[in-house]
């Protein structure tokens, strides 16, 4: 054991670690590690023990977590208590914290009896942790599901809601993201040759395949199931876009296929941009003018603030880019390791 912080952001889709030095001295180690909790719900254990074994173990501990919603688990409080569970059972000699939405540190008994409480709280880990340095900004993180949308001002999270419907209903929480989101998810119809398409509602592409098709990302950062067993390069992705108006690469051009994907990235960059203006209009002329973006979409959250009239300012500039990845790992490892060892929640 070393005087270490681990970060763990538990989500439905990815595990995401981070190691953070008590003392500040360096830079932060990451981990991230695409893990469809849904699907294999039994292999968490095993990978949180790996990871910690890479990462290097540690008496001190901190946790987020998203994956309470995974389906494969009847309700939030099923959720909860998994992932908990997960924990006490990997390191029986380690007293985890678990951060919760009102933006404090709970003991693994305390968040066993309030699931709720520390449900869907990494939003909170990231624009708690952010607020030290951005006093007065709007976090925009984009991650491989969903856009967090996060109001700090003067130095405090001045978020609205602090559950998903909530947060759903003000604007903070826009469940569209840079690989998962299906593109019927996103667009009703798209241009085709001069006409308008309405494209088919099934999941025969994702975000991701637009994304790979536009070079923002690549075959690496497809880090998702493909939506047909295939793989991850740009025709692959292609014929993938081709499919959602029920055609193929056989009967439409590489042309045709580039005008649907710049349709549907516009559409979820304005997806992004109705949320950021929601909360601004919900703050008025208070509203910060800077946003922070974070996640592996951040090109999608600089569109969309640029759309909304905000100055922009990338996450992974101050911090890199695998930390800005997973931005709430490392924020509740930094957030943990700045609190005196084991200090009572």
């Not at 990494?122 to 969903?146: E, I, K, Q, Y």
């Not at 569209?176 to 006409?195: K, Q, Y």
């Amino acid at each position: 054991m070393t005087d270490a912080v681990l970060g763990w952001d538990v989500g439905g889709v990815n595990l995401k670690a981070a190691r953070v030095e008590r003392d500040g001295g360096a830079e932060p180690l990451v981990i991230e590690q695409p893990f469809a909790i849904w699907r294999e719900p039994e292999r968490l254990p095993a990978l949180l023990s790996e990871i910690a074994s890479c990462l290097g173990r540690s008496s001190m501990m901190a946790v987020t977590m998203t994956a309470e919603l995974a389906d494969c688990l009847a309700t939030k409080r099923e959720g909860g208590t998994f992932v908990l569970n997960a924990f006490r059972d990997v390191f029986p000699d380690v007293e985890p914290r678990i951060y919760g939405v009102d933006g404090r540190f709970h003991s693994l008994d305390a968040a066993r009896e309030q699931p709720h409480l520390v449900a869907a709280a990494n939003w909170m880990a990231s624009a708690t942790f952010l607020a030290r340095t951005f006093s007065d900004a709007l976090v925009v993180d984009v991650g491989s599901t969903t856009t967090d949308i996060i109001p700090i001002r003067g130095g405090r999270v001045a978020a609205c809601g602090r559950t998903d419907p909530e947060r759903l209903c003000c604007g903070e929480l826009v469940y569209t993201g840079a690989l998962r989101t299906p593109v019927c998810a996103i667009v009703s119809a798209v241009p085709l040759r001069g006409r308008r398409c309405r494209v088919a509602s099934e999941l025969f592409a994702i975000a991701a395949d637009v994304h790979r098709w536009l070079g923002r990302i690549d075959d690496q950062a497809y880090t998702c199931d493909t939506p047909d067993g295939r793989g991850r390069s740009r025709p692959e992705a292609g014929a993938r876009i081709a499919r959602m108006v029920c055609a193929d690469v056989e009967t439409l051009t590489d042309r045709d296929i580039r005008t649907i994907a710049g349709y549907v990235t516009r559409a979820q960059v304005r997806q992004i941009a109705r949320g950021i203006r929601q909360v601004m209009d919900r703050i008025g002329r208070d509203c910060p003018r800077l946003a922070v973006l974070a996640g592996q979409g951040a090109f999608l959250g600089m569109a969309a603030a640029e759309e909304a009239g905000l100055e922009t300012r990338d996450l992974a500039l101050d911090i890199g880019s695998a930390v800005a990845r997973s931005t709430p790992a490392a924020a509740v490892a930094h957030l943990l390791a700045a609190q005196p060892p084991w200090a009572s929640v």
